[in-house]
């Protein structure tokens, strides 16, 4: 199985502060990741699917980036709605996995 | 506007069996694969099972040969049996679809979740 390990765990930030979470994959899944966002008691929603395409709806301060075996989502400027946990997501191989999520909470 | 409506979660000792239903519509069923996702209570996501528009099936090693994912087109309707359950299957699981053409793209519309609990 492919494993996804995301880092940091926890992320202490401002609002407006630009914020960068890492994802690695255990081998290359080329760009078949997926970001999430997910708030205490709610299913996730997609935020970026094929490593840098922003789904639709998404505010255009959230970005990701890379391939291969290394990914990054950044948040241009961190907004009030921001704080929540973000999880990335294999789809390239059967079973899918996850990341163990990264919670950005206020500083 | 897509909905997904989960159920058939509940309290249940562990070896039993379960049944979950999700409830779709909003879209063509049909024409679409789905997935379920599970969350244990405090924890991350994890990825259950997947089934196509022809009903092909794939399962996480922790499921695999004790859960069941099937579909119902003319209901749109897709299911979870759960049979074997341990204490570790307890937690919140969530369907959702999945669009491919000539890609898959992962789940952009999910469910509100239905708990699973196993405990004696």
């Known amino acids: 199985d492919i494993q996804m390990t995301q880092s940091p765990s926890t992320l202490s930030a401002s609002v407006g502060d630009r914020v960068t979470i890492t994802c690695r994959a255990s081998?290359?899944?080329?760009?078949?990741l997926a970001w999430y966002q997910q708030k205490p008691g709610k299913a996730p929603k997609l935020l970026i699917y094929?490593?840098?395409s922003l789904e639709s709806g998404v505010p255009s301060r959230f970005s990701g980036s890379g391939s291969g075996t290394e990914f990054t989502l950044t948040i241009s400027s961190l907004q009030p709605d921001d704080f929540a946990t973000y999880y990335c997501q294999q789809y390239n191989t059967y079973p899918w996995t996850f990341g163990q999520g990264t919670k950005v909470e206020t500083k | 506007e897509v909905q997904l409506v989960e159920s058939g979660g509940g309290l249940v000792q562990p070896g039993g069996s379960l049944r979950l239903s999700c409830a779709a519509s909003?879209?063509?069923?049909?024409?679409?694969?789905m997935t379920w996702v599970r969350q244990a209570p405090g924890k991350g996501l994890e990825w259950v099972s997947y089934?196509?528009?022809?009903?092909?099936?794939y399962y996480a090693d922790s499921v695999k040969g004790r859960f069941t994912v099937s579909r119902d087109n003319a209901k749109n309707s897709l299911y979870l049996q759960m049979n074997s359950l341990r204490v570790e299957d307890t937690a919140v699981y969530y369907c959702a679809k999945v669009f491919c053409d000539a890609e898959c793209y992962p789940p952009s519309d999910w469910g509100q979740g239905t708990l699973v609990t196993v405990s004696s």
């Open positions: 094929k490593a840098s």
């Open positions: 909003g879209f063509t069923f049909r024409s679409y694969s």
């Open positions: 081998q290359s899944i080329s760009s078949w």
């Open positions: 089934i196509t528009r022809s009903s092909t099936t």
